[in-house]
């Protein structure tokens, strides 16, 4: 058996094409969106994702900047930048890229976004609502897996999903979005014991925990999809999952590529996210466009 591929390219071409349109309609309207990324880091990795994320914005008619405050920056510094940019009518989405310096916390950060800007869902006040399930922007990598496992027809209802990893960013927004569509969730993390045991009982498996190769077949059950959203760079400079590609592909029934699955259906909801917080600020005739 060889798992069918769970390629994200195509969503996201899609998501993109829409996004474009309403990024034009809001334009239109007096608001062309506008997406400010405060990076504060000097690792290149980061910097070449900013990169990405600009230039992805700017094919689908947003305006993306980058702060770039530096590596040294403190957590006053930051702040200030982060209050300009939450009062600044022309700025509709706001992302502050970690890794951050050592010594300054996301979470004394983040709360500075104001959860209409915070379009990938980073804040206290977006995730809040995300476990409440009420509306809002969830975290962009959280949502993409979700996305990927509907494009592909797969219905979560009372299917078991187990997410490996519990971080802020990805697992934990994760299972509140697959409760939030009726999968039974398990998180393990890296404090699980025997964590095959666990894995091997899902339907559908999460990898998130950036770790080299650490699913492997024996952590998977035969048939079960499997969505791999680490990002990993290795020695010689590819960029590979957590997921073995070698062994896994012969068990599960489907697998997400790295890199192309995961990876740009994030970057295409983060730019969804900034045109949705653009006709937001449009006023109410331009958010009936529609999602
Ligand atoms: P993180 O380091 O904040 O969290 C990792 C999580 O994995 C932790 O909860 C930890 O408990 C768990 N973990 C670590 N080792 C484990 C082990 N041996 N067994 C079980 N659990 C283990 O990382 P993160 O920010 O959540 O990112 C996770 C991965 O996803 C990274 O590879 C990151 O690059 C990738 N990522 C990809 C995208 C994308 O767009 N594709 C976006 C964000 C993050």
């Known amino acids: 058996m060889t798992a069918d591929v769970?390629?994200?390219t195509e969503l996201a071409a899609a998501l993109h094409a829409r996004t474009a349109r309403r990024a034009a309609g809001s334009a239109e309207r007096g608001h062309p969106p506008r997406l400010v990324v405060v990076l504060a880091t000097g690792?290149?990795?980061?910097?070449?994702y900013v990169r990405s994320i600009a230039r992805a914005a700017g094919r689908v008619g947003i305006d993306c900047t980058v702060v770039d405050v530096g590596a040294a920056a403190t957590t006053e510094e930051i702040r200030?930048?982060?209050?300009?940019l939450a009062v600044d009518d022309a700025v509709h989405g706001i992302i502050l890229q970690t890794p951050l310096p050592p010594g300054v916390e996301v979470a004394d950060l983040v709360g500075s976004i104001p959860p209409g800007k915070d379009v990938d869902?980073?804040?206290?006040?977006?995730?809040?609502?995300?476990?409440c399930g009420w509306p809002g922007f969830a975290p962009a990598t959280a949502r993409a897996v979700v996305?990927?496992?509907?494009?592909?027809?797969?219905?979560?209802?009372?299917?078991?999903?187990?997410?490996?990893?519990?971080?802020?960013?990805v697992g934990k927004p994760l299972a509140h979005l697959l409760l939030d569509r009726d999968a039974t969730v398990t998180v393990c993390h890296s404090r699980t014991k025997s964590l095959a045991e666990h894995t091997r009982t899902a339907d559908v498996l999460v990898a998130a925990a950036g770790r080299i190769g650490l699913i492997t077949a024996d952590h998977v059950r035969p048939?079960?999809?499997v969505v791999d959203v680490g990002t990993n760079s290795t020695l010689d400079g590819r960029l590979v999952g957590d997921v073995d590609?070698?062994?896994v592909p012969g068990v599960a029934g489907a697998l997400t590529p790295v890199p192309g699955g995961v990876g740009p259906v994030t970057?295409?909801?983060?730019?969804?996210?900034?045109?949705?917080?653009?006709?937001a600020a449009a006023g109410p005739s331009a958010t009936q466009e529609g999602p």
């Open 80 to 84: 200030a930048v982060l209050d300009r």
């Open 43 to 48: 690792e290149e990795s980061t910097a070449w």
């Open 121 to 131: 869902g980073a804040g206290p006040q977006s995730l809040g609502r995300l476990v």
């Open 6 to 8: 769970l390629s994200g």
């Open 245 to 247: 590609a070698r062994t």
């Open 267 to 279: 970057t295409a909801l983060l730019l969804e996210h900034t045109v949705t917080a653009a006709l």
């Open 223 to 225: 048939g079960a999809i």
């Open 147 to 169: 996305e990927v496992l509907d494009h592909a027809g797969h219905d979560l209802a009372g299917r078991h999903v187990v997410v490996v990893g519990r971080s802020t960013v």
